[in-house]
């Protein structure tokens, strides 16, 4: 696909020429913390109009379970990022910088399942972090804590290896995708009325790009499942080093869901079209978005998406006890 390429190799592009101006942040990170990307670099899909969103992530200490990143090396690291984006012409980070946090591995662990696990964004973190993201740098330290992020939910996994369901991070992924409706449903009766044209861009982009990040992880894991009625903790890593649109790639190419691909298919072209409409500046996407007919338009191909979406689920899981879990 024309678009999905051109954006892979354009988020490549960019991320290397980050990298080469961030060497005394990786310095400080080394051995000790990682920086990932999340959202359209961290599904490699970036625009020349994407902002970038990262997250900082430390290993914890064996006794303290505190970040062995320490707090002056934190800031450095952060105003070196600021500056980097700056430089390349990247917007600038949203929420004026709040959503850049710095989490330890004892966070992202510790609060799976606990109230404070939404309060704390750790519940975000973890995820976006299996499901979409992007190593920036310290690649060896994210693939550690990817490992041990894992391990995490496939606590049981030594007791059932031929067997395994990964129910736990599937309803965690379930969880994440019925919170991203909920809170834009919630938000469309906050917002004025000047901004309800960004509520239905919003509204837009959650149709395709957060239902193909939470939706490919659950057709990988449960088509996997339903091949070897178990899924390992190897194979989990390597749906992690996937694209969303990765996954979906692959499915398509897997012989053991040929009844699958025509609808597998529909959703790469769907998509690749999807990033085609919306890769442009934000004044011009609320131009489009305020036209009556391209807004309809939008939503066809968007519920289309959905249907592709749905019809790949249920040639794949075949009612399969995993498919079951998942729908109810």
């Given amino acids: 696909m024309v678009e999905i390429d051109k954006r892979r190799a354009l988020t490549a592009e960019r991320m290397n020429a980050m990298r080469e101006l961030l060497s005394d942040a990786e310095n400080l990170l080394e051995g000790k913390a990682c920086v990932y990307a999340t959202g359209s670099y961290g599904r490699c899909e970036a625009s020349e109009h994407s902002d970038l969103d990262l997250f900082i992530v430390g290993k914890s200490d064996k006794d303290t379970?505190?970040?062995?990143?320490?707090?002056?090396?934190?800031?450095?690291?952060?105003?070196?990022?600021?500056?980097?984006?700056?430089?390349?012409?990247?917007?600038?980070?949203?929420?004026?910088?709040?959503?850049?946090?710095?989490?330890?591995?004892?966070?992202?662990?510790?609060?799976?399942?606990?109230?404070?696990?939404?309060?704390?964004?750790?519940?975000?973190?973890?995820?976006?972090?299996?499901?979409?993201?992007?190593?920036?740098?310290?690649?060896?330290?994210?693939?550690?804590?990817?490992?041990?992020?894992?391990?995490?939910?496939?606590r049981d996994y030594a007791d059932h290896q031929d067997e395994f369901m990964p129910a736990y991070l599937t309803n965690d992924i379930l969880r994440l995708w019925r919170t991203l409706c909920v809170n834009y449903e919630a938000s469309i009766f906050r917002e004025p009325e000047e901004k309800k044209i960004s509520g239905k861009i919003k509204n837009y982009k959650l149709k395709y790009s957060r239902m193909l990040t939470c939706f490919s992880a659950i057709l990988y894991l449960l088509a996997h499942f339903n091949k070897m009625n178990t899924v390992s903790k190897e194979l989990a890593m390597d749906m992690a080093k996937l694209s969303p649109i990765q996954r979906i790639q692959e499915l398509s190419k897997d012989k053991n869901f040929e009844d699958a691909h025509p609808h597998l298919l529909k959703v790469i072209s769907n998509y690749d079209s999807f990033l085609l409409r919306t890769g442009l500046a934000e004044s011009e996407l609320q131009k489009r978005f305020s036209q009556r007919n391209t807004l309809e338009d939008y939503m066809d191909k968007a519920n289309e998406f959905g249907e592709s979406i749905f019809n790949a689920l249920n040639m794949i899981g075949k009612q399969s006890r995993f498919h079951r879990m998942i729908v109810v």
Avoid: Q
């Fill in 65 to 154: 379970k505190k970040s062995l990143l320490r707090r002056l090396d934190e800031i450095c690291i952060k105003a070196d990022l600021i500056r980097a984006t700056e430089r390349l012409k990247i917007r600038e980070f949203d929420g004026d910088g709040r959503y850049l946090v710095h989490h330890s591995l004892d966070d992202l662990t510790r609060s799976m399942g606990r109230p404070e696990d939404d309060a704390t964004n750790t519940f975000t973190a973890r995820l976006l972090l299996l499901l979409e993201s992007h190593p920036l740098l310290e690649k060896h330290v994210y693939n550690e804590i990817i490992k041990d992020v894992i391990n995490a939910y496939w």
